[in-house]
Structure formats: C-alpha cells, structure tokens
C-alpha cells in the first residue's frame, strides 16, 4: 500500500491539496443484527464481468456483479497505472470479498448474501456518483439488502 509519506515531494502535495468533498445529510439506518442480515458488497475496484464493458476514466456508473460469479470471470479494469493488481490476482477476496461473506453465511455469522453485488471505478469524483450511488441504494431497498460492505480501493 502506498503510503504518503514514502511518495516524492510533488505527489504528496498533489493528494494534500485535493479537495474532501462533504454533504448535506449522511442517511443511516440501524440494520438488524447481523445473524439476520442480508449484505451486499459494493467495490470502488473498477470490477466487471468478462463480458461486460470496462470502465472509463471518470465513470460514474457501476457494475453488477451476480452472487454466483466464478473469480475466473471477473476482470480488474482499474486504469491507474499506480493501481497494484498482485493482490487482487493472488485472491479476489482482496478487493471483493464474496467467499469470505459466504463463509460467514455458512458459520451463520450473517443471514445471507444478497443475488447482486456492485463495482464502482473508484478513481471518480464522489461529487459525480452520488446521484448513481443514491440510485443504486433504491435497488438494493427493493432487494431487501439490510447492509453493504464497502470495499473502497
């Protein structure tokens, strides 16, 4: 992991002066406990499917990524040529970490695993996604989805 303090002068000055966005409202809803809870996973890793499209510098959209996906079919397409793919290539669960929730599913730790998961290309704005991140919030309602572990990457 990249640390500021092991960057040259120019970069860490660069992350420093970007701007940390904040809002209005932060929504929260106390879920259930989590032996009841349904999770979804949202990561801002760039992930998709192999057959659907990559992501693009800047995008605000996301990527749904079915329960059942195999790690074999799931591509890493993170533009950054600073992005560091060894982990995510050595074990998935490093940036979308589905196995780990279905063992928690099997310990009874959560209640299940929703069907659908999400990928967000996390070199975005958040000024730019919030009004597809609220969006995706309405679906995953409709989905009975009580909790997200989000991955940021």
Known sequence: MARLENLVESERAHL???????????????????????IALISTAGLHKKDDRPFEMGA????????????????LSHISANFDRTGFQQDW??????????????KKEIGSVADYHYSFMGATEPQKMEKTAR????????????AVLLVPV
């Open 16 to 38: 420093l002066g970007l701007p940390c966005p904040t809002f209005e409202k932060a929504p929260w809803k106390t879920p259930p406990p989590l032996k009841k809870c349904r």
């Open 60 to 75: 605000n959209d996301y990527r749904i990524i079915p329960a059942d996906i195999e790690s074999k079919d799931l591509i």
């Open 93 to 106: 669960n490093v940036m979308f970490p589905l196995e780990r929730l279905r063992d928690a599913v099997d």
């Open 135 to 146: 969006h995706l919030a309405e679906i995953m309602k409709k989905d009975a989805v009580d």
